[in-house]
């Protein structure tokens, strides 16, 4: 709100007698009279809170919050884009509209962006350039399969901003676009389709078909996320677009799958590992989700048919059971205990501790599995086994559990697998082969009831491993895969940021870096999928050669890393000694973990390895920004392996942005249904497409209800068209927090309001500059013109104070700040001081005049057209459509610019501060504040010029007030002020406001009020709260009260009861001063 509206905080009426102002010296403030209306309609007066900013989102009065809500509402004109795809919109075809629609005025802007090839950099134009005047920046590629939601779109609101600022600070700029082939993600979507629309599996189409479908499907739907950038208005290089699967990414990743063989860092072995059932597939220890089981818990397991025994088909986790196993040639049995009954087919040991004198006698002894009768051996092992804990004997299954698997390869166990790939019990399970390993888990117990060697079961803590990819419960399964060793590679990522060479920000996350990197293990690389990059080995054997199997680890010699089938030949020549025509080749079926190539991005898209003119250019690149939930799975491994095959850093600062979750502070998640679609905020959507969303998730009916209440009390109409700018500027306002976002959408929908204010206010400051012809140098013309008011002065001072505070916090990642900064300085300093201080200034159009008018104009149009570029990096689209409708344009001269993203971004100019103007503007903003107050205190109609006196202390509060005494009138709506005048000339019936120690106000009010309504509206207030008073009273007086009311509740009736007191005092002081000031009027 303007000036106009913004009430101080106003005293009750006060009476002046003997010439001096009996103001309040201390203590507690006395209420208005509006408050005391309030109170007498039983609002009563709430706890004191920051003043609201104009249209603040989620503040502000209720009127004004209706008026906002149905502007929000209002039905928008119909737009039809007539402007030709790639050409400049002209706006002179095209009037003002009367309010913001940002469809209207987003439209055509990106297309003519673009088609000028005003996103592109040239790498001669860069290449030698310094860090400092260089900025590159690779987006974090988003997976093909899906579409950004909210959090995707804080990624690019941030990284947009970062190189729009850059780009107009004149450095050379490249943002790279990308998408990533999402192996898991992206196989299991065109699985599913397949099966809807052919009832076919990939193996019924066979490997090659498969891949086909794949890149159609690519093809097809994998378009959706480059629409939503454009439409957010993220300025990356189009013409550079890559794809994690494309030539040039492709050739980067064979490049680094070899040079890491040749390095001696990559080899296959066989080794425990996580294994989704679901995927059929491996994946790594940072792809784990964990949930915490108190006990007994059932859960669904989606790859299983269902339990019989439960009535919702879940099974059983959370408990111990205990079962004995017979010792060979005796009666005697040992008892052990686990979790995953089914392992027990795969025992190849029972370990127990060497010092347990419980069980001396049965060292070098062995039990029989009692399914398939083997001998399985009893061992001594004080590593593993705790003699105080359960009966001090543990059952051992070396393939399917971490602490077994050390074990085992102590004491040369058998490795005995009993799973298949889909998590069914194998060959190696007896009867129970063919089963899913949790309904084996149930027929396993029930053979060892009728075996009576079940002992029973309980409830038992234990932590359950999940795919973080497909949710599944994940199994500890021992299969052949190619692993990275990463030691050498993570301590040079650590020892980059402990010398200052990586900058974390915020540095807080540093220490989970290196809690990380300091403990890495070497990482799986290959995935048992199809849809991937493929890995570049074959298995060598000669033809009609026998009994070498791939499996087997003594066999690695025959796998053949090589850069294409022609080289590998080669190798495979030098290995088996013979020549091609004798050599068979098989290619790994397996594909690589979709992060290998996601790590070689920074470089691979700049077209490592070959030394392109853009990888001397533009790498290493500037920065890295993304969500900290990528830290590990991206953004280590990305230095790492830019640190091994480049030997450079590939970025020199990782800004890691908050989680976005939703307002409850949950995270975004379509089985939750409360991801929000970028476009459905920009576009708009309705209230019943929201629910649908609900409907389509995985909540409880319970929390669906509840969802669905929160949604339709939140977008009653759905989500109103908000657009592009206010979206980016919105979410950019949530940096200021920490870890986690909990983005509340009624709060980003509020920055549609701030775009239709910096239309509207635009659109009026244009009528005021309609004849004013700007110059290219004009703003030091203006300095040295010597023609500026206060006011004029105040206006720059305060543009370059937001010129300093933005670059700041650019240049240090706080775009909160630098989006509250500019949101202030149009609010507060352009629109609600300075636009209105000018009004009488622009109006008067006499020769007398002539040079306050140049000067107010002129302070405006800068303050316009540099504001415009402050804003610009954040948002894009009104920017640029306000500033090219800015008179002018055009005509300044070779340096101007065709499009705002181009012009330079404001610099603070030093000398063109001036804190004294700014001094003396707070100080007249004070008076102007006291003497609303006191209008709005005595009801005066706007049409009514009052007359002020102002009483200030010598020195700059005196000059100053003086000084700018026309625009005190202006915006106080004052007919005279006079300033420090006798106390004698200063009547008896005044209004008093006491700004500070040095400042006091005051009105005459004579003739101005009707004492006699205005005493009978505060008698009346005060009858209707006497009953409450007086209830409460009685209440608190009855027999028994303390003695039978809680502390809590008395508390409560102790601080009601002084509310009403205080209140009736108010009142009655209010009526004596009505009283008190009638009786002077009268005299």
């Known amino acids: 709100m303007s000036l106009q509206e913004k009430p101080a905080d106003s005293p009750a009426p006060a009476a002046a007698a003997e010439g001096t102002a009996d103001a309040p010296a201390g203590g507690e403030k006395k209420l208005s009279k509006n408050q005391l209306k309030k109170l007498a309609k039983g609002k009563g007066k709430k706890d004191k809170k920051d003043k609201p900013k104009w249209n603040q989102p989620g503040e502000g009065k209720k009127k004004k919050d209706d008026a906002k809500s149905k502007a929000l509402t209002l039905p928008k004109p119909e737009f039809v884009n007539t402007t030709p795809k790639g050409h400049k919109k002209d706006l002179s075809a095209t009037p003002m509209a009367d309010a913001y629609h940002p469809q209207a005025v987003e439209a055509a802007w990106q297309d003519w962006w673009e088609e000028c090839g005003f996103y592109s950099c040239d790498p001669n134009t860069a290449e030698g350039k310094s860090d400092d005047e260089k900025f590159v920046m690779v987006i974090p590629p988003p997976n093909v399969t899906g579409s950004l939601h909210l959090g995707h779109a804080l990624t690019a609101a941030v990284e947009d901003t970062l190189t729009r600022w850059h780009r107009m600070l004149g450095h050379s700029t490249l943002y790279v676009p990308g998408t990533d082939h999402a192996g898991i993600a992206t196989q299991s979507v065109v699985e599913k389709m397949l099966m809807k629309e052919t009832k076919q599996t990939r193996h019924d189409l066979g490997r090659e078909e498969f891949i086909k479908k794949v890149w159609e499907w690519k093809g097809e739907y994998g378009n959706r996320i480059t629409t939503q950038l454009r439409r957010l208005g993220s300025s990356v290089d189009w013409s550079r677009e890559r794809f994690t699967m494309d030539e040039m990414c492709s050739k980067a990743v064979i490049e680094a799958f070899n040079r890491f063989h040749e390095d001696g860092l990559l080899y296959r072995a066989e080794r425990l590992g996580n294994w989704s059932c679901a995927l059929k597939s491996a994946i790594s220890d940072i792809e784990v989700d964990y949930i915490e089981l108190e006990g007994r818990t059932f859960l669904e397991v989606k790859t299983h048919k269902g339990n ?88 051992i299954t070396p393939a399917h559990d971490p602490n077994d698997y050390e074990c085992g390869k102590r004491h040369k166990l058998e490795f005995i ?359 290219a140098n004009i703003l030091d013309e203006l300095m040295s013109s010597g023609k500026m008011a206060h006011r004029d002065k105040f206006m720059i001072s305060r543009l370059m104070a937001c010129c300093d505070t933005v670059n700041t916090c650019f240049q240090n990642y706080k775009f909160g700040d630098a989006q509250a900064a500019s949101y202030a300085y149009w609010m507060n300093d352009l629109c609600d001081v300075y636009l209105e201080l000018i009004k009488p200034v622009i109006k008067d159009t006499s020769e007398e005049n002539k040079d306050s008018r140049w000067a107010a104009q002129a302070t405006l149009w800068i ?176 027999p028994g009260y303390e003695e039978n009311v809680s502390d809590d509740i008395k508390a409560k009736n102790l601080e009601n009861l002084n509310g009403l007191k205080k209140k009736a005092a108010d009142i009655e002081e209010a009526i004596a001063n009505f009283k008190a000031l009638e009786e002077l009027e009268k005299n």
């Not at 079962?323 to 979790?339: C, G, M, Q």
């Not at 200052?500 to 293990?521: A, S």
């Not at 098989?586 to 979709?594: G, I, P």
């Not at 209008?935 to 700018?964: C, L, M």
């Open 863 to 1038: 303050a316009l057209e540099a504001g415009l570029r402050i804003l610009h990096p954040m948002m894009p689209f009104v920017t640029e459509e306000l500033w090219q409708r800015l008179p002018g344009r055009g005509t300044l001269g070779e340096s101007e610019t065709e499009s705002i993203m181009l012009a330079q971004f404001p610099l603070c100019n030093e000398a063109y501060s001036n804190p004294g103007s700014e001094q003396s503007m707070e100080t007249t903003m004070n008076v102007i504040k006291a003497c609303r107050s006191l209008r709005q205190q005595y009801n005066i109609a706007n049409k009514v010029s009052t007359h002020f006196f102002v009483k200030v202390a010598s020195g700059q509060p005196e000059d100053s007030t003086k000084s700018q005494i026309d625009d005190i009138k202006t915006l106080g709506r004052a007919s005279v002020v006079d300033v420090n005048i006798d106390e004698d000339s200063i009547p008896k019936s005044v209004g008093i406001v006491v700004v500070d120690e040095t400042t006091t106000v005051l009105m005459d009010i004579k003739g101005l009020v009707d004492y006699a309504a205005e005493i009978k509206k505060l008698q009346k207030q005060l009858t209707k709260n006497a009953n409450p008073l007086g209830q409460l009273e009685k209440k608190i007086a009855a």
């Open 308 to 395: 019989a025994n439960d009535p919702k088909g879940r099974y059983e986790f959370g408990v111990l059971t205990s079962f004995a196993y017979p010792i060979e040639d005796s009666d005697e049995k040992l008892i052990v205990a686990t979790t995953r009954l089914e392992t027990m087919l795969g025992d190849t040991a029972v370990a127990i501790h060497p010092e347990d004198a419980r069980y001396t006698h049965l060292h070098g002894k062995h039990v029989v599995h009692p399914f398939n009768g083997r001998k399985i051996p009893i061992v001594c092992d004080a590593e593993l086994v705790d003699m105080a804990f359960g009966t001090g004997a543990v059952k």
């Open 417 to 775: 697998t009993v799973l298949t790939p889909e998590g069914a019990i194998n060959n190696n399970g007896s009867q129970f082969e063919g089963m899913m390993r949790y309904d084996a888990r149930i027929a396993v117990e029930e053979a060892l009831k009728e075996k009576g060697l079940y002992i029973g079961k309980e409830p038992n803590k234990m932590r359950l491993g999940l795919c973080s990819r497909s949710g599944d419960i994940l199994e500890p399964m021992i299969t052949p895969q190619w692993y990275v060793n990463c030691n050498g590679m993570a301590k040079r990522a650590t020892d980059a940021v402990r010398n200052g060479e990586l900058k974390i920000v915020p540095e807080e996350h540093e220490k989970t870096w290196f809690q990380w990197l300091d403990n890495i293990r070497d990482w799986c690389v290959s995935r048992q999928l199809w849809w991937g990059h493929q890995i570049p080995a074959w298995f060598a054997t000669k033809k009609g050669e026998e009994g070498v199997s791939k499996l087997d680890m003594n066999n690695n010699d025959r796998w053949i890393v090589a850069r294409n089938e022609e080289e590998a030949y080669t190798k495979a020549e030098k290995v088996l000694g013979c020549t091609r025509d004798e050599i068979d080749l098989e290619r790994d079926e397996d594909v690589l973990d979709t992060w290998f190539s996601s790590g070689l991005f920074p470089f691979s898209v700049m077209g490592w390895p070959e030394q392109t003119d853009d990888l001397k250019a533009f790498y290493p690149t500037s920065l890295l920004e993304t969500g900290l939930d990528i830290l590990f799975f991206w953004v280590a491994r990305m230095v790492m392996m830019g640190l091994q095959l480049t030997d450079t850093l590939p970025f020199h600062t990782v800004y890691l942005h908050a989680m976005v979750r939703d307002k409850e502070g949950r995270k975004m998640s379509k089985s939750l249904g409360n991801v929000i679609d970028p476009l459905e905020v920009i576009s708009g959507c309705t209230l019943e497409h929201l629910l649908s969303k609900l409907d389509g998730g995985n909540l409880p009916p319970k929390e669906v209800a509840r969802a669905k209440k929160d949604q339709a009390e939140d977008f009653p109409e759905g989500i109103p068209e908000c657009g592009s700018d206010a979206l980016r500027f919105g979410l950019l306002a949530y940096t200021v927090q920490g870890r986690d976002v909990n983005l509340d959408m009624k709060r980003v929908v509020g920055y549609r309001l701030f775009c239709n204010k910096l239309w509207n206010a635009t659109k009026f400051a244009l009528q005021f500059v309609s004849d004013f012809q700007p110059t």
